[in-house]
């Protein structure tokens, strides 16, 4: 007589599947530290591009300065004035984006939403008025958000101070810095390089309207080119 077929006992099978389930529990590990690890990758670029799209915005449109003088404000002035947290100065945008001639730029630090930290806004508008029955063509457009600490520092000489030194603030004078730097905390805890950047002017490049120097805002965005 053949024998029945003999089954697997309850022992075989509760060791058999604690084997499947640790199995399992460390696929699941490796696949949940997988997922973090890409996450992580991601905010890291994230973090790397936005930072690089902000400092070439402030390499190029402060390389590209002009140090003019505004006689038709309140006050007779330079273009040129900063102190740590707000600065305004003057240059030129590309045909592409739709705003020709001189633009006024100011950069200011404003108060963040939901509490957290704080905006850097920019404003244009053009440097000249176009005649006094038109309105100033004004635009504000925030380029970073959730700033822990800000602050602009200037280099330069002036005709009170003959030795160059950097300075807090640059205001109420003829000329333009020689360097400004830019130094950035966000509320995360990252700390930015910081940007110096050398103010030169350039005639050709300021006439030519080259997009690779002046680019940077584009209907209405914020593309830091």
Same mark, same amino acid.
């Given at each position: 007589? /053949?024998?029945?077929?003999?089954?697997?006992?309850?022992?075989?099978?509760?060791?058999?599947?604690?084997?499947?389930?640790?199995?399992?529990?460390?696929?699941?590990?490796?696949? /949940?530290?997988?997922?973090?690890?890409?996450?992580?990758?991601?905010?890291?670029?994230?973090?790397?591009?936005?930072?690089?799209?902000?400092?070439?915005?402030?390499?190029?449109?402060?390389?590209?300065?002009?140090?003019?003088?505004?006689?038709?404000?309140?006050?007779?002035?330079?273009?040129?004035?900063?102190?740590?947290?707000?600065?305004?100065?003057?240059?030129?945008?590309?045909?592409?984006?739709?705003?020709?001639?001189?633009?006024?730029?100011?950069?200011?630090?404003?108060?963040?939403?939901?509490?957290?930290?704080?905006?850097?806004?920019?404003?244009? /508008?053009?440097?000249?008025?176009?005649?006094?029955?038109?309105?100033?063509?004004?635009?504000?457009?925030?380029?970073?958000?959730?700033?822990?600490?800000?602050?602009?520092?200037?280099?330069?000489?002036?005709?009170?101070?003959?030795?160059?030194?950097?300075?807090?603030?640059?205001?109420?004078?003829?000329?333009?810095?020689?360097?400004?730097?830019?130094?950035?905390?966000?509320?995360?805890?990252?700390?930015?390089?910081?940007?110096?950047?050398?103010?030169?002017?350039?005639?050709?490049?300021?006439?030519?309207?080259?997009?690779?120097?002046?680019?940077?805002?584009?209907?209405?965005?914020?593309?830091?080119?």
């Amino acid at each position: 007589m /053949r024998g029945k077929p003999r089954g697997f006992t309850l022992l075989e099978v509760l060791i058999g599947m604690s084997l499947l389930g640790v199995m399992m529990l460390l696929l699941f590990a490796s696949l /949940r530290i997988c997922v973090q690890n890409w996450n992580a990758g991601e905010k890291k670029i994230a973090q790397v591009s936005q930072a690089a799209i902000v400092q070439n915005f402030f390499q190029s449109k402060l390389h590209a300065t002009l140090p003019l003088e505004a006689d038709f404000f309140e006050e007779k002035q330079f273009s040129f004035q900063g102190n740590q947290q707000q600065m305004q100065f003057v240059a030129t945008m590309p045909a592409s984006v739709g705003r020709l001639g001189i633009q006024l730029f100011t950069l200011s630090l404003q108060p963040g939403t939901e509490n957290k930290g704080s905006e850097l806004k920019v404003d244009i /508008r053009p440097f000249f008025p176009k005649s006094e029955s038109e309105e100033w063509e004004e635009e504000s457009i925030i380029i970073l958000k959730n700033i822990q600490e800000l602050r602009f520092s200037y280099y330069g000489s002036d005709e009170v101070n003959i030795d160059s030194d950097w300075q807090e603030e640059w205001l109420e004078k003829s000329n333009l810095p020689k360097l400004v730097s830019i130094d950035i905390e966000l509320t995360n805890g990252e700390i930015w390089p910081q940007v110096v950047v050398a103010l030169k002017i350039d005639s050709d490049n300021a006439n030519n309207g080259s997009d690779d120097l002046f680019g940077g805002i584009e209907n209405g965005r914020f593309t830091g080119q």
